[in-house]
């Protein structure tokens, strides 16, 4: 199992979901809008965001290796990158976490992709997103997510831009067998004009 997942985890030439690039304020983050697209997403409660996260991918990876309702065969889905992991905190310190780990739908499975066979594990249909992103290198951990997400809002309110503080995206790119140049990304969500 781990030997398939470092084969199929991350090599290089991957897809990744398409986004737009805006001029940005600043030199410390991005400003991506992001296309609508599929996701392979699922959802976990908890405390901690790595545990969160290892349970997410273990299912999806089950789903792209075949554990999908295709027709004529248990469709293998190529692996695509980033991870992301969507993060709306808890009410409080004690309180649990709502974490959906999602995988990106190859541009080939778009228009239709395989049914996922486990109840957790759904298509999510995301709409077009507009984020500010800080890109750090590492093997990134929850302690190096949350300074990296203060880094982020400060540089936002250092440029007067408007952003929502929750729910937030955690984003990575490489395999756990990557040992250099890897990339992570946090992900604060545009704040949208008053209607």
Same mark, same amino acid.
């Given at each position: ?12 030439? #991957? ?66 990158? +980033? ?9 409080? +310190? ?19 992709? +395989? ?34 997400? #203060?880094? #982020? ?13 929750? +729910? ?28």
């Amino acid at each position: 199992m781990l030997k398939a997942m470092g084969q199929v985890l991350f090599s290089s030439g #991957l897809q990744n979901p398409k986004f737009t690039a805006e001029e940005t304020k600043g030199q410390d983050y991005e400003i991506r809008t992001y296309h609508a697209t599929k996701w392979v997403s699922t959802s976990v409660s908890g405390m901690q965001l790595d545990a969160a996260m290892s349970t997410g991918f273990r299912r999806l990876f089950n789903y792209i290796q075949g554990n999908n309702k295709n027709s004529e065969f248990h469709a293998k889905v190529e692996m695509t990158a +980033p991870v992301t992991c969507h993060v709306n905190p808890g009410a409080g +310190p004690a309180c649990e976490s709502q974490f959906t780990v999602s995988f990106y739908i190859p541009e080939e499975h778009q228009a239709n992709p +395989p049914e996922p066979n486990e109840a957790e594990v759904f298509i999510e249909d995301r709409k077009e997103l507009t984020v500010y992103v800080r890109t750090h290198g590492g093997f990134s951990n929850e302690n190096m997510k949350r300074e990296e997400l #203060l880094k #982020l809002m400060e540089s936002l309110k250092r440029d007067g831009i408007q952003y929502m503080e929750k +729910p937030y995206y955690v984003a990575g790119y490489d395999s756990p067998f990557k040992l250099t140049n890897r990339r992570n990304e946090v992900w604060v969500l545009k704040k949208e004009e008053e209607q």
